[in-house]
């Protein structure tokens, strides 16, 4: 009978510890300094830039707040928001016990922790990374490859969801999911997102074809220029090699900001025949010097100094190629009008037959661009 009576105790003890370990529902809880008395949000966040507020409670006066969701969550991208900071979380649904920990002035630095949650965890680690200029430009691909794919999805959404130049990268991500996370609705979401994306890249690229006075296929046509040093190069001697033409100036801030990049991308590829030739559109154009009364003297020193500017330039951003080549013509440049050049940067880049093989490719574009060629 006492053997029965401990069979009984033992199984009801089972039971109890069963039941606690299969808890259902989702608590996010945790404690934010220098963020007491305000009220905090869980929000759910869409691909349409759209927010569903799901909860909101008021933080206590040391930082401390607690959301309890009884049915749990499905998988996707939410975020526990505090007046205009917030904190992304990236989830699968399985997460029981969620806590967090920081100080709200280090949030848009994703300097804070997170357990209970390791997508969350991986995306708050890798935004934290880019933040610190741990992970470079050409860095990032690969890396997006090697994460669970919700956490490459909330990236992609985070910092290029609407550049159709990333479509390849962002369908990539979308074969990944399905085979991952198959019918779950977020994904769903997204995928519809990236075939709209694909979509509006086809119509821009038809656009480009009309802008530009060369299309993919066309011969690309020969740039004859003298260098800094006064030899002239040709795009035509650089046959063989896979070729980005960066039309270019040093007074161009876009064009500043984006030659790091390219310059990490030559480092990465010059070894596999990839090279730039760099056309600058420093100079003066005829305009210009009409605003100089065509005076010789002001034109021939105004000249003098546009081109130290550019040679200057080429130094402080490193451009360690050869092929930097320039009429000082500014905008009246025959090289920017044989392409149909109407702004800068704008890039074109050549197959090893001499052949436009993508018209203005631009950041991780290159990159993929070019690894399609080689």
């Known amino acids: 009978m006492k053997f029965k009576y401990l069979i009984s105790i033992l199984a009801i003890g ?33 691909f349409n830039n759209s927010i569903t507020s799901l909860d909101k409670t008021d933080i206590g006066n040391k930082g401390s707040f607690k959301f309890h969701f009884p049915e749990g969550i499905t998988p996707g991208i939410y975020r526990v928001r505090l007046g205009a900071k917030s904190i992304d979380l990236v989830l699968d649904g399985t997460e029981k016990s969620i806590n967090l920990s920081g100080d709200l002035s280090n949030l848009q630095k994703f300097d804070y922790s997170i357990d209970g949650a390791p997508l969350a965890e991986s995306y708050r680690s890798t935004m934290n990374d880019l933040v610190n200029q741990k992970i470079g430009q050409n860095d990032f691909t690969p890396i997006l490859n090697n994460l669970d794919p919700l956490v490459s999805m909330a990236l992609a959404n985070s910092l290029f969801a609407q550049n159709t130049q990333t479509v390849p990268l962002q369908k990539n991500i979308c074969e990944r999911l399905a085979e991952k996370y198959p019918g779950v609705e977020c994904v769903k979401d997204y995928e519809q997102m990236v075939t709209k994306l694909e979509a509006s890249a086809k119509q821009q690229a038809q656009s480009r074809t009309k802008t530009y006075n060369v299309n993919i296929g066309d011969d690309a046509p020969d740039i004859v220029l003298p260098d800094p040093k006064g030899k002239t190069r040709k795009l035509s001697d650089l046959e ?46 005829q305009r210009t010097k009409s605003r100089l009364n065509n005076d010789p003297e002001k034109i021939e020193k105004s000249m003098t100094s546009s081109k130290q500017r550019w040679v200057d330039a080429i130094a402080k951003d490193n451009l360690l190629w050869d092929h930097h080549v320039s009429d000082l013509s500014k905008w009246d440049s025959p090289a920017g009008r044989a392409y149909g050049v109407r702004s800068i940067p704008t890039t074109f880049l050549v197959n090893r037959e001499g052949k436009i093989a993508a018209l203005n ?11 399609k060629l080689l």
Do not use: M
């Open 361 to 371: 490719p631009r950041h991780q574009a290159i990159e993929q661009e070019l690894k």
């Open 14 to 46: 089972a039971l109890i510890l069963a039941s606690c370990g299969s808890q259902k529902g989702l608590t996010v809880k945790g404690n934010i300094e220098n963020a007491s008395d305000v009220s905090i949000y869980f929000d759910k966040k869409d």
């Open 240 to 285: 063989g090699q896979i070729v980005l033409i960066d039309f270019w100036a040093s007074w161009c801030g876009p064009c500043r900001k984006a030659n790091p990049g390219v310059v990490e991308t030559y480092k990465k590829y010059k070894d596999q025949g990839f090279t730039v030739f760099s056309v600058s559109l420093d100079g003066l154009d």
